[in-house]
């Protein structure tokens, strides 16, 4: 499952993104979106996307800040050790919309289709990009048959762009896997969300991963727990087989 360096044409420009077929190749396989954290595309990434690979999915990684042109490599680590790291990255995150990231979505589905990857989509995103697998689901309703969220924030927040508000518009399953405690996402926004989703009828599960902080499941962020990245492993790969090979 080695991965192949390839580049997307979006409205706005030109994404990188890497991508990883599953054994025996991607035609006519299900494809995911893998969304990126606030760190971007790098090596811990790509291993999880191999991971998934490693299913049965063509898995895509896009770099969701392309728009910034070549920033480095950054540091899940230490990014935000530094107030001028952290500035760095706040304002790839703000300057980054969900709405272009939704209007980047469709290019990232039809550079999925043109590498054979003609099944059923699946999303997965982790920090910021939890945000963008629901809001994807709600954009590209036809397309995106599942979406899942670990440690994503903001997910039913006050904001317009809130993946709440747009229930009612997805069609795919839905996983949210929270962090025990997380400011980007408290209790409150899980309620709201919680009920945003049964009222728009929403095939959906929310469960909270107690003692698990903001960033578990990436192999590179300080927090890694080895043992809920597992049960994170076991909920996603169970959760796209119900829902992408149906």
Not at 70 to 93: H, N, P, Q, V, W
Request: with cysteine; aromatic share 8%.
């Amino acid at each position: 499952m080695k991965k192949r360096d390839i580049e997307i044409q979006t409205q706005d420009g030109t994404a990188k993104a890497g991508l990883f077929e599953p054994p025996g190749g991607g035609a006519g396989k299900a494809g995911v979106i893998l969304y990126m954290d606030a760190f971007g595309p790098r090596p811990s990434l790509f291993g999880m996307a191999e991971r998934l690979a490693g299913e049965g999915y063509c898995v895509l990684v896009p770099d969701l800040f392309y728009r910034f042109g070549d920033y480095g490599l950054l540091d899940a680590r230490t990014g935000f050790a530094t107030e001028e790291s952290a500035a760095k990255i706040r304002g790839m995150i703000s300057g980054t919309t969900q709405a272009m990231t939704m209007r980047d979505s469709g290019a990232f589905i039809e550079a999925l289709r043109g590498h054979g990857a003609t099944g059923p989509v699946g999303a997965v995103g982790y920090c910021m990009g939890g945000a963008r697998a629901l809001n994807g689901a709600a954009a590209y309703p036809e397309r995106i048959k599942a979406a899942a969220s670990f440690h994503g924030g903001n997910l039913a927040s006050d904001v317009p762009d809130s993946p709440h508000r747009r229930a009612a518009e997805i069609k795919a399953r839905v996983y949210v896997g929270c962090s025990g405690v997380d400011k980007s996402f408290p209790p409150e926004q899980s309620a709201r969300l919680a009920e945003a989703l049964r009222a728009a009828e929403v095939d959906h599960i929310i469960e909270n991963y107690v003692g698990m902080q903001h960033g578990w499941c990436v192999p590179d962020h300080s927090v890694f727990d080895e043992k809920g990245a597992e049960r994170h492993w076991k909920r996603l790969t169970e959760f796209f087989a119900e829902t992408l090979e149906a």
